[in-house]
């Protein structure tokens, strides 16, 4: 096994006390209601998820996410039929995963490890799933490489990148607009072309921008009342075509060739 690097500690370190830090979240970390409350929340905010992500079409295939986190989008697939595989760089992580897991009555595997240097077989998955991050490691590329090496000849991923264009990014510099997680070790956004290159090792990539504005549940106070009436709805109100540069999350659609 490949030695952790002191950045990779460091983030390793940053997650095992962030994972479970969900500032929606009313109930103990860890039980049903934690683990129904963060994906209901997750869903919402990211309703994309469910348009764009195909969770019940890999029945008896072997899935791999690369920051399994919760287990919570995991758990769709090995709800759908898929023999499903999580890791992790936080001990905390892989400790809710399996519970998550354990509650619901669904199996999986879980280890903890370094998506960066991962201890599997070249060619030994059929699907790879990468939603939350990218942004957080201190080599994308490698990531993406190792990726590439896992998966099977003709297999596919899903990887998500942050847009350095989004609404968000933007609100950030020019309001100080609060962005979960920013405090991380690592936290890098890309520019699709930025993020085409780094997927070069795969045959073929398609990116689909996505995620704009929804009202927030977690804010108060005259700024996110401004932001709920005012903002997203006059966001949301404009051609699709005006603002689909801005979209926060850039979700890549990648094929390993046979």
């Given amino acids: 096994m490949t030695q952790p690097s002191a950045s990779i500690e460091s983030v ?32 919402e905010k990211l309703h994309y998820l469910t348009q764009r992500i195909p969770f019940q079409e890999y029945p008896g295939k072997k899935i791999l996410e690369v920051g399994c986190g919760l287990g919570n989008d995991l758990s769709r697939f090995a709800a759908g039929g898929a023999r499903v595989t999580g ?115 795969f045959d073929q990539v398609e990116i689909i921008p996505e995620r704009f504005p929804v009202r927030t549940r977690v804010h108060k106070g005259l700024k996110a009342h401004l932001y709920n009436l005012l903002f997203v709805d006059l966001f949301n109100a404009l051609p699709p075509g005006w603002v689909r540069w801005s979209a926060h999350h850039l979700l890549a659609y990648v094929l390993k060739g046979k």
């Fill in 12 to 43: 390793r370190q940053y997650w095992n006390q962030h994972v479970d830090d969900w500032k929606i979240a009313r109930h103990p970390s860890g039980t049903a209601d934690f683990f129904s409350e963060t994906e209901e929340y997750r869903f």
């Fill in 87 to 201: 890791i992790d760089l936080a001990d905390r992580a892989i400790e809710l995963s399996r519970a998550n897991f354990q509650q619901r009555g669904l199996d999986g595997e879980f280890h903890r490890m370094d998506g960066e240097h991962m201890d599997f077989d070249a060619n030994s998955f059929d699907f790879v799933y990468c939603h939350t991050v990218l942004q957080f490691t201190p080599d994308p590329a490698r990531m993406a490489e190792e990726i590439h090496r896992v998966l099977k000849p003709g297999g596919q991923a899903i990887v998500m990148a942050i847009n350095s264009q989004s609404w968000l990014i933007l609100m950030h510099n020019l309001l100080k607009t609060e962005i979960d997680y920013l405090d991380s070790p690592f936290f890098q956004h890309f520019k699709a072309a930025e993020l085409r290159q780094l997927l070069s090792p």
